[in-house]
């Protein structure tokens, strides 16, 4: 007897790993928020943190991660030279750029970098999280920044 529809979205979903998610910023209270941000997205899991550039550097290849939540200012090598790296590394893994600066001051850094979303900090929620992975599975890269709402 075939399963029913609903039985096979049961069964994919139950053998499809978690999104692996890292965080890279200096401030411990941006790790915990987002942390727990990625703790409440259902399907995702924190598989590590970094505190500046040099060190995400080394942790994230090793980890192999399938998003990275990166910093714009970080101590040492900045998240834009990162996030540059990174993107040269892996063209396919999603990298969220994350600041409290203002849209079009992300923006204007963060062009050509290979991130896939700039955000502010406090837009970033498990909503958005799961959105933008939604997004670059089906080949939509977004064509703005997430934050200026253009």
């Known amino acids: 007897m075939a399963a029913a529809p609903s039985d ?5 979903s139950a053998t499809r790993r978690p999104v692996r998610v890292v965080t890279v910023d200096d401030q ?4 915990t928020a987002a942390r727990a941000i990625v703790d409440s997205t ?3 899991e924190l598989v590590g943190e970094s505190a ?4 995400a550097l080394e942790l994230i290849p090793r980890l192999d991660p399938d ?3 990166l910093d714009v200012r970080l101590p040492g090598i900045d998240g834009i030279d990162v996030a540059d790296r990174l993107h040269r590394e892996d063209p396919d893994r999603i990298i969220i750029l994350a600041s409290s600066l203002e849209p079009e001051t992300l923006s204007r850094l963060a062009r050509g970098c290979g991130a896939s979303a700039v955000v502010q900090k406090h837009w970033l929620t ?3 999280l799961r959105g ?3 997004a670059h599975r089906r080949g939509d890269r ?3 920044d997430a934050t200026d709402g253009r």
Do not use: A, H, N, T
């Open 8 to 12: 096979e979205v049961q069964v994919e």
């Open 28 to 31: 411990p209270f941006f790790r």
């Open 42 to 44: 259902p399907g995702f």
């Open 52 to 55: 500046d550039g040099e060190s």
């Open 67 to 69: 998003i990275v939540i």
């Open 126 to 128: 498990p909503r958005l």
């Open 132 to 134: 933008l992975w939604v």
């Open 142 to 144: 977004p064509s703005r």
